[in-house]
C-alpha cells in the first residue's frame, strides 16, 4: 500500500513541502513553473546532507531568479546545486509542479514554490495548532511508498534536464503585473493521510496526456462534475469540447459547477451562461484568490498543474494525479464546497 496525504493550500501544503524536501535522504527531483527565494535555500541544505539534487525550473526570471541568487550564495561557499531551465517554445512552458524524493515519494500540486503560493510554518506546525496562513488556495497531493509512480515521474523530469540549458547568468527584466490580494481561508484545514492502492494512483506528466485525463473523467455518466481553475480560456480548441461535454452533463442533471480564481473576460462569461454552466469566482475578502486547478466527480479528484488554456492542455510541461479514493474524493470535495459558498456568482456579482 501507498501512503496519500491530501493538503490545501495556504492551511497546511506550503508546511508539508518544506519537510517533504526536506526529508529526501538520497535524491530530490524538482520540476518546478517557478521557485523563489523562500524555497531557494532548501536545496543547498539538501545538497550538504548528501542528497543528489536537480532543480528544473522554467525559463523565465521573476521569482526564479530570486531562487538563483540563493544558489549563486550557495554556490560562494562551495555548495553547488545543478539547475537547469526549459526554455519556451511557442506556448511550450515548464508549468508543472511535481518534485520526487528518494526512490519511492513524489508530490503533486497546483501552486508554485514561492512564499505567495506555499507559505510555511515557522514552527513547521499543522492545523489546527499553526495559526492561519496568507496565500492562494492550492491543491497539493504527497505521496509515500509509490516506487513505480516515482520512477515514472524521474523519467520524464530527465527527459526535460536533457533539453534543458544552465540558467543565464543575468535574467531579462521582466514586468511583473499586479497581483490580486490574497487572504487567510476559514477554517483553516488540516491534511488529510490515508492508505490507498497504488492501482488507485494514475500520473499524467505532460499536456496532452493531462487533456486526456480530464476527458476521461468526463466520460460515461458521472453524476458530479466540480472544476476549479484560475481561469478558463473558452475559445481555446482545447477546451471548447470540454464546457461542452460540461454543459451536456448539466443539462442530464449531473450536478456542475465552475469555481473560479478570477473575474472571467467577456467571452468566457457569455460562455458559461449561453451553456448554463454555473460559475462562481473566489473572493479572497471572504477567502482566498483562486489559483488551484483540480476536477471532483463521484469516486475520484484529478489534482493537476493544467490551467484551462491552449497551452495547458496542449503543449506545456504539466503534471497531473488522478486520485481514486473516496476519502481523497471527499476531502477536495469538501474544500471546494466551502470555497464555492463564500465565491461570487461570475456574471451578477454574488451567487
Not at 514554490?113 to 513547521?124: C, F, N, S
Not at 463521484?298 to 498543474?305: D, R
Request: glycine share 10%.
Amino acid at each position: 500500500m501507498s501512503r496519500l496525504t491530501c493538503a490545501l493550500g495556504p492551511d497546511s501544503a506550503g508546511t508539508l513541502l518544506h519537510r517533504f524536501i526536506e526529508s529526501a535522504d538520497s535524491r530530490l527531483d524538482v520540476a518546478v513553473y517557478e521557485a523563489g527565494p523562500s524555497y531557494g535555500w532548501l536545496f543547498p541544505r539538501a545538497v550538504e546532507r548528501g542528497v543528489r539534487t536537480r532543480l528544473l525550473l522554467d525559463g523565465h526570471g521573476g521569482a526564479n531568479q530570486g531562487c538563483f541568487e540563493e544558489l549563486r550564495a550557495a554556490r560562494q561557499r562551495g555548495v553547488v546545486v545543478p539547475c537547469r531551465v526549459s526554455r519556451h517554445e511557442g506556448l511550450r512552458e515548464a508549468h508543472w509542479k511535481l518534485i520526487v524524493a528518494d526512490a519511492d515519494c513524489l508530490a503533486v500540486g497546483t501552486g508554485n514554490l514561492i512564499e505567495r503560493d506555499a507559505p510555511a510554518d515557522r514552527r513547521g506546525l499543522l492545523p489546527p495548532a499553526a495559526p492561519p496562513l496568507v496565500g492562494t488556495r492550492e491543491w497539493w497531493a504527497f505521496v509515500d511508498g509509490a516506487p513505480t509512480l516515482a520512477a515514472a515521474a524521474r523519467s520524464r523530469i530527465t527527459a526535460a534536464w536533457r533539453e534543458a540549458s544552465p540558467p543565464p547568468p543575468v535574467w531579462a527584466i521582466e514586468g511583473a503585473g499586479e497581483a490580486p490580494p490574497v487572504g487567510a481561508p476559514h477554517p483553516s484545514v488540516a491534511p488529510l493521510e490515508v492508505e490507498v492502492s497504488p492501482r488507485s494512483l494514475h500520473l499524467a506528466t505532460d499536456a496532452r496526456a493531462v487533456l486526456s485525463a480530464v476527458e476521461a473523467m468526463l466520460g460515461g455518466s458521472p453524476r458530479r462534475c466540480l472544476v476549479i481553475v484560475p481561469y478558463m480560456h473558452t475559445w481555446a480548441h482545447q477546451v471548447r469540447p470540454l464546457l461542452e461535454r460540461l454543459a451536456e452533463l448539466r443539462a442530464g442533471g449531473a450536478d456542475v459547477r465552475v469555481l473560479l480564481g478570477t473575474t472571467p473576460a467577456g467571452g468566457d462569461v457569455a460562455n458559461f451562461r449561453d451553456r448554463g454552466v454555473p460559475a462562481r469566482v473566489m473572493d479572497p475578502s471572504r477567502c482566498t484568490t483562486g489559483h488551484a486547478k483540480g476536477l471532483v466527480t463521484e469516486h475520484s479528484t484529478l489534482v493537476m498543474s493544467s490551467n484551462w488554456s491552449a497551452g495547458g492542455l496542449g503543449s506545456s510541461l504539466e503534471a497531473a494525479l488522478r486520485i481514486d479514493n473516496p476519502a481523497a474524493t471527499a476531502y477536495y470535495a469538501d474544500a471546494f464546497e466551502r470555497d464555492w459558498a463564500v465565491a461570487d456568482d461570475a456574471w451578477s456579482g454574488r451567487g
